[in-house]
Nanobody
Framework: QVQLVESGGGSVQVGGSLRLSCLAS????????MAWWRQIPGKNRELVAR?????FTNHVDAVRGRFTISRDKNVLYLQMNNVRPEDTAVYYC??????????WGQGTQVTVSS
């Protein structure tokens, strides 16, 4: 069974940095397409960045140049630099299997103060 556990969230000042981690058990991130999503209460969950099985990455316009998705062994990372208040959200780790079965982590809160 695949399990995903996020960590690294917290409170940070505008312009600061955080690194989120997603520990995967039951599989390795390199075997699947994985992504970071985020959600603000009352709003739809939105994609932040994705890393494909090939290692190719995609970052949405809102975070491109500031955030970087990466993976190492059984851990998926999101390096967040130069954060902004609008980055405040619960961040979720996501994994998609070849059979299109989706797995989600429990989420980790990121709060950016002005």
């Amino acid at each position: 069974q695949v399990q995903l556990v996020e960590s690294g969230g917290g409170s940070v000042q505008v312009g600061g940095s955080l690194r989120l981690s997603c520990l995967a058990s039951g599989t390795q991130p390199s075997d699947h397409s994985m992504a970071w999503w985020r959600q603000i209460p009352g709003k739809n969950r939105e994609l932040v960045a994705r890393i494909f099985k090939s290692g190719f990455t995609n970052h949405v316009d809102a975070v491109r140049g500031r955030f970087t998705i990466s993976r190492d062994k059984n851990v998926l990372y999101l390096q967040m630099n130069n954060v902004r208040p609008e980055d405040t959200a619960v961040y979720y780790c996501h994994l998609l299997t070849d059979g299109l079965q989706a797995f989600w982590g429990q989420g980790t809160q990121v709060t950016v103060s002005s």
